[in-house]
């Protein structure tokens, strides 16, 4: 049972390039979110899709695209990777609303 | 914007210890979850709480939501060493399809 899975663990970019994160969830959820967690500032929700097809901003998404084609994927992308964006990305999925959410693995990002 | 604030943010503990961690947080919800991470981890749901005077306990953690003082406590009874790691609450807002967590509380149990 996979459940949330995040690809890449670990990454280091030179500023100004690109990259994309892919979460998968083989668990049938409708929502999925995308955070980034960093030192004394909890978990901060990047954006967030309420089901196939739909994605919506949340506290911090400039910097940052992402795309739900499909149920199960949940791409979030870095156009042009500053250092600020250095922090671990977590991908999260839930069934819906007011359900708790699982959590992929963390990725690990450094921009350089 | 919902604001969550959790205290302490570092705790050490001996074993054998009560504590008690506090989530408060700043508009109105009444659904609360606390995770917990170990170091390098990701993070595992541990309770689900979803209306005011909800109590749930699994083994030596017991959390507890006050829906109308917007505070969630967890407590932690006679600590072991293994309870070792951050715990997180997270409220979601009536309207909302996001969570807002708390900064965390990095505990540590002394054996």
């Known amino acids: 049972n996979a459940g949330v899975t995040q690809t890449p663990k670990f990454r280091v970019l030179k500023t100004g390039q690109s990259m994309t994160l892919l979460c998968a969830q083989d668990?049938?959820?409708?929502?999925m979110y995308w955070y980034r967690q960093d030192p004394g500032m909890g978990l901060r929700l990047i954006h967030y899709?309420?089901?196939?097809?739909?994605?919506a901003k949340g506290e911090v998404p400039d910097g940052y695209n992402v795309s739900r084609l499909k149920k199960q994927n949940f791409l979030l992308g870095l156009e042009s990777a500053a250092p600020s964006q250095t922090s671990v990305y977590f991908c999260?999925?839930?069934?819906?609303?007011?359900?708790?959410?699982?959590f992929g693995q963390g990725t690990r990002l450094t921009v350089v | 914007e919902l604001k969550v604030e959790q205290n302490p943010l570092f705790l050490s503990m001996q074993e054998g210890k009560n504590y008690t961690i506090y989530c408060n947080y700043s508009?109105?919800?009444?659904?609360l979850y606390w995770y917990r991470q170990d170091p390098g981890k990701s993070l595992e749901s541990l309770f689900v709480?979803?209306?005011?005077?909800a109590v749930k306990q699994e083994g030596r953690l017991m959390a507890s939501l006050d829906t109308k003082a917007r505070l969630s406590t967890l407590h932690i009874t006679a600590a072991v060493h293994d309870l070792s790691a951050t715990y997180f609450c997270?409220?979601?807002?009536?309207?909302?399809?996001?969570?807002?967590f708390g900064t965390g509380t990095s505990l540590t149990v002394i054996p």
């Open positions: 999260a999925s839930s069934i819906g609303r007011n359900t708790e959410a699982f």
């Open positions: 668990m049938n959820h409708e929502y």
């Open positions: 899709s309420v089901g196939e097809g739909t994605t």
């Open positions: 508009t109105t919800s009444d659904r």
């Open positions: 709480l979803l209306s005011n005077g």
């Open positions: 997270a409220v979601d807002m009536w309207a909302g399809n996001q969570f807002y």
